[in-house]
């Protein structure tokens, strides 16, 4: 998932240089939401690592 936010991330630049602003600013919101998912989602793994009895 985070290389779908990296992948966006880099569209969303090259969109930008190029000049299709809103092409760069949906990539970038869609960049955004998908790292954001992946950071809950690797807290959500850290946390239940941390809880199971060894």
């Known amino acids: 998932m985070l290389s779908y936010a990296v992948l966006f ?10 000049g299709f602003i809103g092409l760069a600013g949906l990539a970038a ?11 809950v989602a690797f807290l959500i793994s850290l946390v239940t ?5 060894v």
């Open 9 to 18: 991330l880099v569209i969303a630049l090259v969109a930008g240089v190029l």
């Open 29 to 39: 919101d869609i960049a955004k939401i998908l790292f954001f998912i992946f950071l």
């Open 49 to 53: 690592r941390r809880r199971t009895p």
